[in-house]
Structure formats: C-alpha cells, structure tokens
C-alpha cells in the first residue's frame, strides 16, 4: 500500500513539474516584444552600446525580441510611456514618481544612487541673489517635465513666487549655458550633473544659491502595466539573476526592494496643480 501510494505521489509530482514546464513553453512560444526605455541626453549611441549585452542576455532568456529606445530627455519619456510604448524603462527618480503615480507603472528594482543626487539652483557668480526669495521677477530654467531634480523639486521651492518666464532645457549643460551668457538669471538642476558638467565651464563663472535638503530617491527600473502578470515575474526572475558584469554595466540593484516614492509623489501632485501657468508671462507659482 506505501509502495502505490508512493508511486501515485510520484506521478503526481512529474505531471505538475511538466504543466509546469508547458505553462512556461507557452509564455515563451507566444511572441514576446520588449521596448526598453532610457534616457539618453543626446547620447544614444554609447546608451544603446552600454545595453547590448543586456538586451541580448534577456532575449535570449525570455527568447523575446526586444528593441532599445533612447529618449533625448524626460518630455519625450513621458510621451512613450503615455502610450505605453515602453515595456522597461530605466526611469529618473522624478519620471518613476510620475510614471507609477500616473500610468500605474511599477518599480522591480531600484537603480544604484548617485549620493550628490539634490535638486539645486544655480546662478551666476557676480549675481546680488541671496536666497529663493530674490528670484521674484526673474527668469528661471527648469529641465524638462519628469526630473526630479530640475523640475519638480526646484518648482516645489518655487511655490509661491511670480517669475518673469520660465525657460525649458533640453539637457543640464545648456541649463548652465544660459546662465553662464545671462539669458536666464538661474537654473535648477542636479549637484551631480552640476559636479559633472562644471568642468567644462570656467566653474568660477557659477554659485549654487539654494540645495534642496530632502535627499532625492534612486531611480529604478519600471515594467508597463500592460505586460501580463506572468511574464512580468518571469523577467524579474530572469534580471535578477543576470550575470554580476551586466548588473554592474547598467547599474541596478536586483537584491535590494523598489525605492520609497510616496515624498516624490506628493511633489508630483503639488506641482500639477500649479503646472498650467508655467507658459504664461508672468508665471505666478501658486493656485
């Protein structure tokens, strides 16, 4: 009797294991098409090399075709993922925030965080501003619609204020352009692109007259809510062992849980109420 009831358990077993595999077979006969989203700063080049060795390893895994998208900065981002053109996306703390708070994307893993990643405000070195204040009147440049850094968090510290005009940077060195010629009076923008880019200025020319105290979340790694439930495990589980070189080329953390957005989320919201008014001339920083 042990030995039938031994031999049915067994069975049993094998035919779960092999529906099992069948289950998975399916997902992967299915076609599978990935769009993999990232900015790029005018770097798509170097962005879709630096990810070849990743696309090729999840292809091969999830025997999917999947492309690379390169986005030239966060306001063509949030077009693609508007309409859900993006199945991945290595998404800026700011578009996370938006995209998940918005479009019901979700994060699966946090991106490394850069530690000098806080929102500041720069200006010129001979400039009389003291602090945020003095800025009433002036003209500001702010980066584009989804950066944490250069857009929500500096118009969350804005709040309040009447500006002459508000001027939109394609990229954080243009941002520091203007104001190094004087076409604007300051520019928000990250303390690390700031640290990165101030080389190729004469750095005397700049002075940060405000940093945003509140430390800005890592950015993260976000999968479209249209993509099925199964196959949405299947790639975690396929990224998260990915081979240590890839993780480390394309920076993501798949130990670690998805980073807390619920403070840039507020700001998001914060913003949007006040966002219809930066076109007009002047722009008056409340509801």
């Known amino acids: 009797m042990t030995y039938k009831l031994s ?17 998975e077979e399916t997902l992967f006969n299915q076609s599978l098409q990935l769009v993999i989203g990232i900015i790029s700063y005018g770097q798509e080049k170097q962005t879709v090399e630096k990810l070849s060795g990743f696309r090729k390893y999840l292809s091969d895994q999830l025997r ?7 986005a030239f900065n966060e306001r063509i981002a949030i077009e693609r993922m508007k309409r859900y ?10 578009l996370a925030a938006m995209a998940i708070s918005n479009y019901e994307y979700s994060a699966i893993f946090p991106l490394q965080l850069n530690t000098s990643s806080r929102s500041i405000i720069i200006v010129r070195q001979d400039s009389t501003f003291k602090k945020l204040q003095d800025l ?6 702010l980066g584009q ?44 923008i990250s ?31 976000l999968i479209s809510p249209k993509i099925e439930r199964k196959r949405v495990d299947m790639i975690r589980d396929r990224m998260k062992n990915a081979p240590l070189p890839l993780v480390r080329e394309i920076k993501y953390i798949p130990s670690a849980s998805p980073p807390d957005y619920q403070y840039m989320i507020r700001v998001v919201k914060r913003v949007a109420a006040i966002a219809q008014n930066l076109d007009s001339k002047p722009v008056r920083l409340f509801n």
């Open 7 to 23: 031999r049915r358990i067994f069975i049993l077993e094998m035919l779960l294991a092999i529906a099992s595999c069948t289950a």
């Open 64 to 70: 999917a075709i999947i492309q690379i998208e390169p």
């Open 85 to 94: 053109s993006w199945s991945l996306v290595f998404a800026t703390p700011g």
């Open 136 to 141: 009433q009147g002036k003209t500001i440049a």
């Open 145 to 188: 619609q989804g950066s944490a850094t250069s857009y929500y968090i500096p118009l969350y510290n804005l709040h309040g204020l009447t500006l002459a005009s508000i001027l939109f940077s394609s990229t954080p060195k243009l941002s520091l352009e203007w104001v190094r010629i004087g076409k604007v009076d300051a520019a928000a």
């Open 191 to 221: 303390l690390s692109d700031f640290n990165f880019y101030k080389s190729k200025f004469n750095s005397s020319v700049f002075r940060i007259l405000f940093t945003d105290y509140h430390p800005v979340p890592p950015g993260a790694v």
